[in-house]
């Protein structure tokens, strides 16, 4: 209970002054502190229900085909047609769409509570679109060419699968359906991985290099069914990834940058497999 006003010498009571409203997110943040376990449950179920049961997946299979004869036959088909029948492959292609963006909505309406400030308080606003598209477009011919250089090589020396990056038939709804499930990935992997998860890890006092490290080794983690290659690549993504969020607290670049690495990876093979020997 407060204490009294004083009363002043006019013998007049002095009004109270009102007190201001608590800044949004403020007893979620301050009851998070208290309890910074619950902050760790939070992050498990996040990745739980994403990419953490993913990299367990991944693993799993990896382990599988070293035990059947290594990587240097295998073959790892992204995008896979569900159906021979048309309309059953289309719902399936886009309930998987849909089925990866939730994940990552979930994860944006966990940060609208916690930290509560804009752009989720990971970049994600329109105030710097046209600069942040530019960017994206700048880390993706930085990451990509290189990471395709790296696929390559991964694969002359047998660790790693032969990659098909689209199994789904030459359709109508082909091309619509493959730019949908590279943004789909940019969109999930970018801010659950780095804007959710490095937000959180640092919440919990993680220094940087730490939650970059971790973030990038589940990065990897979920790529491992395409085998050595397929995880390294992906770990040293995962860390460049981290380490410009970290500088700038801006996801949107990283979210363009790798929506168009898988765009044009998934369309270019489609169009170009079976007209260009080495793809």
Same mark, same amino acid.
């Given at each position: ?24 997110? $403020? ?12 902050? =760790?449950?939070? &992050?498990?179920?996040?990745?739980? &229900?994403?990419? =953490? ?5 991944? @693993? ?6 070293? $035990? !059947? ?9 992204? *995008? ?9 492959? +289309?719902?399936?292609? +886009?309930?998987?769409? #849909?089925?990866? +963006?939730?994940?990552? +909505? ?6 609208? !509570? ?18 942040? $598209? ?13 990471? #395709? ?10 660790? *790693? ?15 619509? /359906? ?13 801010? /659950? ?5 490095? $937000? ?30 397929? %995880? ?12 410009? %969020?970290? !500088? ?27 007209? &260009?020997? @080495?793809?």
């Amino acid at each position: 209970m407060t204490s009294a006003s004083p009363v002043p010498e006019s013998g007049l009571h002095a009004d109270p002054a009102p007190s201001a409203d608590p800044a949004p997110g $403020t007893t979620a943040a301050a009851a998070l502190a208290r309890r910074p376990d619950r902050l =760790g449950l939070e &992050v498990l179920l996040v990745l739980g &229900v994403s990419l =953490g049961i993913s990299a367990i997946s991944s @693993w799993i299979n990896f382990l599988d085909i070293q $035990t !059947r004869g290594g990587f240097r036959n295998a073959t790892a088909t992204l *995008n896979p047609s569900e159906s021979p029948r048309a309309w059953v492959d +289309l719902s399936y292609q +886009l309930l998987g769409i #849909l089925n990866g +963006l939730v994940p990552a +909505l979930l994860a944006l309406l966990l940060l609208s !509570r916690v930290p509560a400030l804009p752009g989720f308080g990971i970049g994600l606003d329109r105030l710097r679109l046209r600069r942040e $598209t530019l960017q994206g477009l700048g880390i993706a011919a930085l990451i990509g060419l290189p990471g #395709l250089g790296l696929v390559i090589l991964a694969r002359h020396l047998g660790i *790693n699968a032969q990659l098909e990056a689209s199994g789904i038939a030459d359709v109508w709804y082909r091309y619509p /359906v493959l730019v949908g499930e590279g943004i789909q990935n940019g969109v999930l992997e970018e801010i /659950v991985m780095i804007g959710y998860l490095l $937000t959180r890890l640092r919440a919990r006092n993680w220094p940087a290099w730490q939650a970059i490290l971790v973030s990038a080794v589940i990065r990897g983690s979920y790529h491992t069914y395409q085998g050595i290659g397929g %995880f390294v690549g992906n770990l040293v993504m995962g860390a460049l990834f981290g380490w410009w %969020f970290t !500088r700038t607290r801006r996801v949107l670049p990283l979210v363009i940058a790798h929506s168009v690495i898988d765009i044009v990876s998934f369309v270019g093979y489609a169009a170009l497999h079976g007209r &260009v020997g @080495w793809i």
